[in-house]
Nanobody, 117 residues
Framework: QVQLVESGGGLVQPGGSLRLSCAAS????????IAWFRQSPGKQREWVAT???????SYVDSVKGRFTISRDHVKGSVYLQMNSLKLEDTAVYYC???????????WGQGTQVTVSS
């Protein structure tokens, strides 16, 4: 089973930036399509962005133009650069491999992003 580790979260003011990192055991982030998800208190986990094996990216409408997903094959990590953060971006962020409407691996602990003035 692939182990996922998310990091880079924190407390930031509205309009600020953060960069999240996702690492997976066995270099899995270099092999598979990887997505970022987030879950706010009292809400279902939602999809945020995907980077496909081809390098193509896709985003939920609410983050388009503000978030950028990328992959570093050397470091074996997938990143989520988040700019112009809004209060509604507050959530725990997770990465995983999307598959068939679900995900392939057990969820990691996630990384908390709090946007607050």
């Amino acid at each position: 089973q692939v182990q996922l580790v998310e990091s880079g979260g924190g407390l930031v003011q509205p309009g600020g930036s953060l960069r999240l990192s996702c690492a997976a055991s066995g270099g899995a982030t270099n092999i598979y399509t990887i997505a970022w998800f987030r879950q706010s208190p009292g809400k279902q986990r939602e999809w945020v962005a995907t980077i496909f094996n081809t390098g193509t990216t896709s985003y939920v409408d609410s983050v388009k133009g503000r978030f950028t997903i990328s992959r570093d094959h050397v470091k074996g990590s997938v990143y989520l650069q988040m700019n112009s953060l809004k209060l509604e971006d507050t959530a725990v962020y997770y990465c995983n491999r999307p598959l068939g409407g679900g995900v392939s691996w057990n969820w990691g602990q996630g990384t908390q992003v709090t946007v607050s003035s």
